[in-house]
């Protein structure tokens, strides 16, 4: 608790395999091959594995496709 009374909510800075692949909506096998290809960074505690949340948010705005700004509404 803090000093309103509320508790304080912590937002986790890394989270391992299965969470990473449920945050990205994929398969742990296919971050596996994300992973191997150097596409996402692994951080290393020991003998543990986990992947930073935020370079998960910058995975995916690596992914992000624009919109196409030509285009005409459709009538």
């Given at each position: 608790?803090?000093?309103?009374?509320?508790?304080?909510?912590?937002?986790?800075?890394a989270?391992?395999?299965?969470?990473?692949?449920?945050?990205?909506?994929?398969?742990?096998?296919?971050?596996?091959?994300?992973?191997?290809?150097?596409?996402i960074?692994?951080?290393?505690f020991?003998?543990l594995v986990?992947?930073?949340?935020?370079?998960?948010r910058?995975?995916?705005?690596?992914k992000?496709?624009?919109?196409?700004?030509?285009?005409?509404?459709r009538?």
């Amino acid at each position: 608790m803090n000093d309103t009374g509320f508790p304080i909510v912590l937002t986790p800075l890394a989270v391992d395999e299965t969470q990473a692949a449920k945050m990205l909506g994929i398969s742990v096998r296919t971050l596996w091959e994300y992973r191997k290809n150097g596409e996402i960074p692994v951080v290393r505690f020991g003998r543990l594995v986990r992947f930073s949340v935020d370079d998960l948010r910058k995975f995916i705005e690596s992914k992000r496709v624009g919109m196409v700004s030509n285009a005409k509404p459709r009538e």
